[in-house]
């Protein structure tokens, strides 16, 4: 198993195309239904292909996930 080494992450910028669809990546990956479960926001990691994208799972709820992107198509989350 790799291990992360955290660098720090960029600013916080809305959620764009991009995490939008690493985020439906990962919905349909999960076993728990969510109300909602849409990108908001996201941070970076320059030196890895590393996203913090916080996601939106009801009215006042949120996950935060971090997720690695392997490939395109292919993606890994803590």
Do not use: W
Request: proline share 4%.
């Amino acid at each position: 198993m790799r291990m992360f080494h955290f660098e720090p992450f960029s600013e916080t910028f809305p959620a764009n195309k991009e995490t939008r669809h690493i985020c439906d990546e990962v919905k349909e990956k999960t076993k728990t239904t969510y109300e909602v479960f849409q990108a908001a926001e996201y941070r970076v990691q320059q030196q890895e292909p590393l996203y913090l994208i916080k996601v939106k799972t009801d009215d006042n709820d949120y996950l935060h996930l971090i997720v690695y992107v392997l490939f395109i198509g292919l993606l890994t989350t803590r």
